[in-house]
């Protein structure tokens, strides 16, 4: 079969070995497969991302010097079931599942492993017991974006958001984004996005943000008295005394880069709160007076729960998120490589989705 291949540093197009399945196992013939920021994060830190993994004790398979074929945001067609299944999914039904293969020797994360494919391919395995299927009339496109959102879900959940919060959602990314569609699924608001790009900035509004920032034009914390945050500790007394009533700001850092959650903590209220959605694949540097000071709450989030994963499967099935409007073209297995990069240098690109059949 045709895979998007990482070998040697860089993505190559190149035919493999299909896989078989194992007990438990299911073969399916890739739909669709989003290409996710880890996954650029992935090809360019691939030893720094095994090493941290192995530290932690982590269950992703990829080796050094190894292929590696990514993508794990798929929507897949059922082909073949393996043994030791039940067959309660026959032959063409579309299905999603959390990236995980349940193996004989354990759990591998799909798309992080040179033992099994990942979503850049055009047949991948999945496990029966933990596949979804797509429900009537949501397309395949759709679908595939039911993990990226659970990661949105994950991430509101976690905060931990209230209704007197002011909200911030710095990054309007595939993970800021579905931060703002999943707060506004729930009600929550008002959002303050902010970002660079304005096709990004374009995106967060129509997912609903109430405000959406420019940071080369102004700073968003600029924001929070508008917003009801008081700008000291002396103002939240006075405002307390006289009856007023205030909000806590509470910010989800959707970037990952080196230096946002301390910039974010110095220009912040004190009592932020800090929701670090983003993956920082590198060492980054903290001030902890500045956070000590201020008291500035740092939470940081991984991925979603199977709960919050079938939660967000409905929600697209059920349009109760606009979260499709995230995607900003389809491609090929061939124009994949050349997608990689597009995403890291155009900002105007959001989520684009592999179609290995395209
Ligand atoms: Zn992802």
Do not use: W
């Given at each position: 079969?045709?895979?998007?291949?990482r070998?040697?540093?860089?993505l190559v197009v190149d035919?493999?070995?299909?896989p078989?399945?194992a007990a438990?196992?299911?073969?399916?013939?890739?739909?669709?497969?989003?290409?996710?920021?880890?996954d650029?994060?992935?090809l360019?830190?691939?030893?720094?991302m095994?090493?941290?993994?192995?530290?932690?004790?982590?269950?992703?398979?990829?080796k050094?010097?190894a292929?590696?074929v990514f993508?794990h945001?798929?929507?897949?067609?059922?082909?073949?079931?393996g043994?030791?299944?039940d067959?309660?999914?026959?032959p063409?039904t579309?299905?999603?599942?959390?990236?995980?293969?349940?193996?004989?020797?354990?759990?591998e994360?799909?798309g992080?492993s040179s033992?099994i494919?990942?979503?850049f391919?055009?047949?991948?395995?999945?496990?029966?017991m933990?596949m979804l299927?797509?429900p009537?009339g949501?397309?395949?496109e759709?679908?595939?974006?039911?993990?990226p959102l659970a990661?949105?879900?994950?991430a509101?959940?976690?905060a931990?958001?209230?209704?007197?919060?002011?909200?911030m959602v710095?990054?309007?990314?595939?993970?800021?984004l579905?931060?703002?569609?999943?707060?506004k699924a729930?009600?929550?608001?008002?959002i303050v996005?902010?970002d660079?790009s304005?096709?990004?900035?374009?995106?967060?509004?129509?997912?609903g943000a109430d405000?959406?920032?420019d940071?080369a034009?102004s700073?968003?914390h600029?924001?929070w008295?508008?917003l009801?945050v008081?700008?000291?500790?002396?103002?939240?007394v006075?405002?307390?005394?006289?009856?007023?009533?205030?909000?806590?700001?509470?910010?989800?850092?959707?970037?990952?880069?080196?230096?946002?959650?301390?910039a974010?903590a110095?220009?912040?209220?004190?009592?932020?709160?800090i929701?670090?959605?983003g993956?920082?694949?590198?060492?980054?540097r903290?001030?902890?007076?500045?956070l000590?000071t201020?008291?500035?709450e740092?939470?940081?989030?991984?991925?979603?729960t199977?709960?919050?994963f079938?939660?967000?499967?409905r929600?697209?099935?059920?349009?109760?998120?606009?979260?499709?409007?995230?995607?900003?073209s389809v491609?090929?297995?061939?124009e994949t490589p050349q997608?990689f990069?597009q995403?890291?240098?155009?900002?105007?690109?959001i989520?684009?989705?592999?179609?290995p059949?395209k």
């Open positions: 079969m045709r895979a998007v291949i070998r040697h540093g860089a035919h493999m070995a299909a078989v399945p438990g196992q299911v073969l399916c013939k890739t739909l669709v497969c989003g290409i996710c920021g880890s650029l994060h992935a360019d830190h691939y030893d720094h095994i090493d941290m993994t192995a530290q932690m004790g982590g269950f992703s398979h990829m050094k010097g292929d590696t993508g945001e798929f929507c897949c067609e059922v082909l073949e079931s043994p030791g299944t067959g309660r999914f026959k063409g579309r299905v999603v599942s959390t990236p995980g293969l349940i193996t004989p020797d354990g759990f994360a799909v992080y033992r494919p990942g979503g391919a055009e047949t991948m395995l999945l496990s029966e933990l299927e797509v009537n949501l397309s395949s759709h679908a595939a974006l039911t993990e990661v949105g879900e994950h509101v959940i976690k931990g958001v209230e209704a007197d919060h002011a909200l710095v990054g309007c990314g595939p993970v800021g579905a931060v703002i569609a999943c707060l729930r009600g929550l608001g008002p996005a902010c660079y304005p096709e990004r900035r374009a995106a967060a509004q129509a997912m405000q959406v920032i940071p034009q700073s968003p600029d924001s008295a508008a009801g008081p700008g000291s500790r002396a103002e939240g006075v405002a307390a005394a006289q009856g007023k009533s205030v909000r806590r700001p509470l910010i989800f850092e959707c970037v990952g880069a080196p230096g946002v959650v301390q974010l110095s220009a912040a209220p004190a009592g932020t709160r929701l670090v959605a993956v920082c694949m590198e060492t980054d903290i001030e902890p007076l500045v000590i201020k008291e500035i740092l939470r940081y989030v991984l991925g979603y199977a709960e919050e079938a939660a967000s499967l929600n697209l099935a059920e349009g109760v998120t606009g979260y499709a409007g995230v995607i900003t491609v090929s297995l061939d997608a990069t995403l890291q240098t155009d900002k105007s690109q989520k684009i989705l592999v179609a059949g």
